[in-house]
């Protein structure tokens, strides 16, 4: 998973060949350390077909602003620089996987 920034978000998230999914989270948030297992397993499940960021919320709160992100664990798949899926708070990972199965090769 790589981490990404207000500053980094453009280039590792939006301009990526691969679609990827942005884990919006912060260190105070129990369901964001619940849905973290979940996230990993999508990460090793689809590996080399999505790329997997978390942006901590906390320490970068512009980007989040501009995507309108209201409460978080919030997981939104980007796919050529557009979003494509948002789930807000916990999902199972079997779930989590299903509803991004659908824009993957």
């Not at 998230?13 to 919006?24: H, K």
């Not at 980007?63 to 209201?70: D, F, K, S, W």
Request: proline residues 8%.
């Amino acid at each position: 998973m790589i981490q990404v920034t207000d500053e980094t978000f453009q280039e590792q998230v939006l301009q990526s060949a691969l679609p990827v999914l942005v884990d919006f989270w912060a260190e105070w948030c129990g369901p964001c350390k619940m849905i973290t297992p979940a996230v990993e397993y999508v990460a090793d499940r689809y590996q080399g077909q999505l790329a997997v960021a978390k942006m901590d919320v906390d320490a970068n709160p512009n980007t989040p602003a501009q995507l309108g992100i209201m409460g978080i664990p919030t997981l939104i798949l980007f796919k050529q620089g557009e979003e494509v899926e948002r789930v807000v708070g916990y999902r199972p990972q079997e779930a989590l996987a299903a509803v991004l199965a659908p824009h993957l090769g």
